[in-house]
């Protein structure tokens, strides 16, 4: 009878085990996840679109609890995206419906002390829909205190086969405002800075704008009003581009112009996988 029992026992072990190290470290299979989330509580993800001279590593603090590992910039978190430094999962954290203070600090060596608080603020959170909250700096002067912020709902209800869903974010602060492409036909006008479009839809078969099914597909950014043909301010070719059923935030960041910390970059989060 024992040796019946551990036959059926030891195999549950090794399933709880596998699935809370799974959840412990924030990484799934499963198609849409959040860590933790409750009746009274929203979902959040954080995508640290800045650049700052120095490319710190932080800590992410929500309600003054450390959230994060430490983490760079072009990092959304949870989760992550395409041409970022994050993972490919669509993940969220659970946070408090109502205000939520989020903050960006750097530790002291060793420690969860904060040595520095590169930026605070405090977003509201109504429901238990899914937000990104889009953090990004400016060129007004070299004080971290003019780093700015933008919380987006985040539509992400079922795409249909062959199609993605998309929004933009620009967050480029040296420019008046960017016109978005993909694979050299605009699809979004005049976007400022630290604003968001409404979403769209892209095909993601051979009747794609512009698409050709031999090639990569290519998002671009470029000053706006200027010439399709001319160069862009930045571009993301991939073969992640476009994927059925998917929802996606495409973002540019940095400084039009620059190199090094602040050189500009398209990016994607993801939203939902399919």
Known sequence: MKKNTLKYLLPAIMVLMLYSCGKQSGVTNQAYSVYGVGANQGQLKINLGFAYTKNYSMLIKINDQV????????T?????GFNTNGSSFALYI?????DNKVSLVIPNFGTNTDSVVLYTTTVTIPDNNAYTLHIADTMVNSSLNNTKSLLVKNEIADVDVN?????????????????LYLNGVKMKSNIPFMAATDTFTVRTDMFAPGFNPSATTAWAVRPVGASSTSAATATYTSTNGLQSQ???TIFSMGYAGFTGTKLPFVALTLDKNQ
């Open 67 to 74: 959230v994060s590992n430490l983490l760079t910039t072009r």
């Open 76 to 80: 959304p978190f949870p989760g992550g």
């Open 246 to 248: 998917r929802v996606m």
């Open 94 to 98: 659970g946070v408090n419906k109502g």
């Open 163 to 179: 199609f993605c869903r998309f929004r933009f974010v620009n967050m480029i602060p040296n420019l008046t405002g960017v016109d």
